[in-house]
């Protein structure tokens, strides 16, 4: 099977310039590819898991990465699949955040011996004269053509700034100067890049008279059509800092019956034809066991076989009852948190960041999806006591353990 059929087979290609001709790249290790990283924060989340993997994939196969690091764009902001603007970032934090995300992608990428390339377009873009871009860049975009595109269309309906307007140019720029410098041929992204993707290969053919190639990849969504990636706390973050290994791991431990093959297929390196296996027979309770594969499969591509293993062991210890796992999440509560040794438990909840306000707290209380120490409390205003270890449950799968500073 031919790394270009498998990509099929698991389902990650979405869109495409022209099939034949990537399939020759990609399967003959010729493609000299990019994908973009705007850094609008210092760590990479799931979002960017599917680009990762992929690059990862294809440069297995012979073929050779370019992460392009959006030093530039990033102080533009990208309207795709947005209906409001981004906040300005100074250029101090988006240096801060490039930083960041290089070290992380280096789990996935191979950067030795010129096997992959890292470049930032502030690089090129931030130094571009105004008059030039419009006279060598702009006569080549039709406005109108511009406005048809989805990605401005759910902009216009609240007001598109001149700001926004621009991306389109400057992505579409970034693949013409990446073509010229670097001989890159093709182009990765988002299925919500297509049309950013396209301004690209079409700037490149008339300027240069030249053939350039684009692919989008399945966005990572769930069964009912939202983006994977989020949780109460916010985003699912690559860092160890922000998402702890075991809070990884739960997250994919804990993804719905019915995304888990689709999951296993898009993001692991586990075999395809073992995927498929289980997709063929396991039904049910059993889909648990496909659900351990992807959790533990993804904490160690982000965080390495150690954290992957404790994950793996605390989550068994938790849901075999013994529930005090030290590597469990938790909170240390000090005197201030307290009132004559006591905190509510709605605030409780809030604390440990298990609810994201006193209100969904509440409905999770009064709904009987909260324990303490296995009892299943269903009073909003009930007062926790932490003595010792206090183990603060939210459903059947979250697991919480709360302490008192000494």
């Known amino acids: 099977m031919t790394v270009f059929e498998e990509l099929k087979r698991r389902g990650l290609i979405a869109q495409m310039t022209d099939e034949k001709e990537i399939e020759e790249l990609v399967n003959n290790g010729k493609a000299i590819f990019y994908i973009g990283f705007d850094p609008t924060a210092d760590s990479l989340h799931v ?38 603007m981004r906040k300005m970032m100074t250029k101090e934090t988006i240096q801060h955040n490039v930083d960041c995300f290089k070290k992380q992608m280096s789990r996935f990428i191979d950067f030795s011996e010129g096997k992959a390339l890292v470049v930032n377009n502030g690089d090129w873009l931030l130094n571009l004269n105004y008059v ?71 700037l490149i053919r008339r300027k240069l008279g030249k053939d350039a190639y684009a692919m989008t990849i399945t966005l990572l969504l769930n069964s009912e059509g939202k983006k994977m990636g989020k949780t109460e706390k916010g985003a699912v973050w690559l860092d160890a800092e922000k998402t702890t290994p075991y809070e990884f791991y739960q997250y994919w431990r804990n993804v719905a019956d019915d995304d888990v093959i689709k999951c296993l297929k898009l993001l692991t390196f586990e075999p395809i034809e073992e995927i498929e296996e289980m997709e063929r027979t396991l039904k049910g309770q059993q889909l648990n066991q ?25 989550a068994r210890a938790v849901f075999g009852g013994a529930g005090t796992a030290k590597d469990m999440p938790s909170t240390i509560l000090t005197a201030a948190d307290l009132a004559d040794g006591g905190i509510g438990l709605l605030s409780l909840m809030v604390k440990t960041g298990l609810a994201p306000s006193n209100g969904e707290a509440r409905r999770l209380v009064q709904q009987g999806g909260v324990s303490i120490n296995n009892e299943k409390i269903t009073d909003p205003k009930f007062v926790v006591y932490p003595q010792g270890k206090t183990i603060l449950r939210k459903g059947k799968k979250v697991f919480h353990k709360v302490l008192v500073e000494e």
Not at 148 to 167: A, D, I, P, V, W
Not at 290 to 314: D, I, N
Request: with cysteine; net charge negative.
């Open 132 to 202: 030039d871009v419009l006279r060598e860049v702009g006569a080549h975009f039709s406005v109108n053509r511009m406005l048809s595109h989805e990605c401005y269309k759910q902009r216009m309906e609240r007001g598109l700034t001149f700001l926004e307007f621009n991306y389109m140019i400057m992505q579409s720029y970034d693949f013409y100067k990446l073509f010229q410098d670097y001989g890159c041929n093709m182009q990765f992204g988002g299925d919500d890049q297509w049309a950013n993707m396209l301004g690209g290969t079409e």
């Open 47 to 84: 979002g960017h898991f599917m680009a990762l993997s992929l690059m990862k994939r294809l440069q297995e196969a012979g073929n050779k990465p370019i992460v392009l690091l959006g030093g530039g764009t990033a102080m533009i902001g990208d309207p795709s699949g947005k209906t409001d």
């Open 290 to 314: 496909a659900k351990e594969v992807l959790a533990y499969s993804l904490t160690k591509l982000v965080h390495g076989e150690a954290e992957a293993e404790k994950a793996q062991a605390t």
